[in-house]
């Protein structure tokens, strides 16, 4: 749409409008798709009543891909929201399980699976707390270890990781963020290929000048000329459902933090991200 559009008909700029049915019926509409210039939209259209009377109507139209954004942007309050479904699923599945044993008469197996669970959850939390020293990405990590547990994909965290600090312009959002996309990217490579075991390993290690995080997949792997179009918006890499913002706010904070990526991957075999991030950046400093 362009030119100036002040004082012409509604009709001449929109053909298609529904506004003045809003003005009629003075019922609004909240949040419908719409196509206008090849583009789809998110349109809410608002009757004005002053006096009890209806003087007019506003329309507000958003791009569907910034909502898709911000729904990215999102990305923490999603993880954390999976996390809680995926662990209640998980108590559900144990629950039942030791409610059967126990009806069989079997309770010593029941206590054991029990004890067994219990275990197994403290370790994890334990040992996230021991090498990540904020709340925020280790509880974005546990989340995706529950996650993978759900899918049948193996997430593991090297022991000897290690995060204690932030580089210098990012932050736990920004971490989580870029964690959070990169294994949500990582799951979403076993879509279409069979694994007997399909495994995610997330390595973060830190020093006084560099934090480096690498995650690696034995999923599908990436064509090697399309990796240097993965970060682009909207690229899906034919991904049913996918936005195109994943790996591209991934990138969007790896340059806010001055950070480097290398990507590489073998179809068939798998992925690897390699990112590294200078804990000071030297031109502030010396300011």
Known sequence: MTGDVVGRNIWDVLSDTRLPEIIDRAEP???????????????SRIPIVMKKKIIGAVAIFQDRTEA?????????????????RVQNHEHM?????????????????????????????????????????????????????????????????????????????????DMTKLLGNLIENA???????ERDTKVISISIDQTEDVLAILIEDNGSGI??????????????????????????????????????????SSIGIGTTFSIEFPMTIEEERDR
Not at 68 to 84: H, I, M, R, S
Not at 237 to 243: S, V
Not at 250 to 259: E, S
Request: proline share 1%.
């Open 223 to 264: 064509e090697e000329e399309m990796i240097p179009s993965i970060f682009d918006k909207g690229f899906t890499h034919g991904k049913e459902g996918g936005t195109g913002y994943g790996l591209y706010i991934v990138k969007t904070i790896i340059d806010k933090g001055m950070g480097s990526v290398e990507v590489t």
């Open 187 to 193: 799951f979403a490579s076993y879509d279409t290929v």
């Open 68 to 84: 898709a954004k911000l729904a990215e942007e999102l990305t923490g309050v999603k993880n954390f929201v999976d996390g809680l």
């Open 93 to 173: 599945n144990k629950l039942h399980t030791i409610a059967g044993l126990i009806q069989l008469g079997k309770a010593d197996q029941a206590l054991d699976l029990a004890f067994q669970t219990t275990e197994e959850q403290e370790h994890v939390t334990d040992f996230l707390h021991r090498v990540i020293e904020h709340d925020a990405v280790s509880g974005l990590l546990m989340s995706k270890i529950r996650r993978g547990k759900e899918l049948g994909i193996m997430v593991e965290v090297d022991e000897h990781s290690c995060l204690r600090d932030f580089p210098e312009r990012l932050d736990q959002h």
């Open 29 to 43: 509409v909240y949040n419908e798709e719409i196509h206008m210039s090849g583009k789809r939209i998110m349109s």
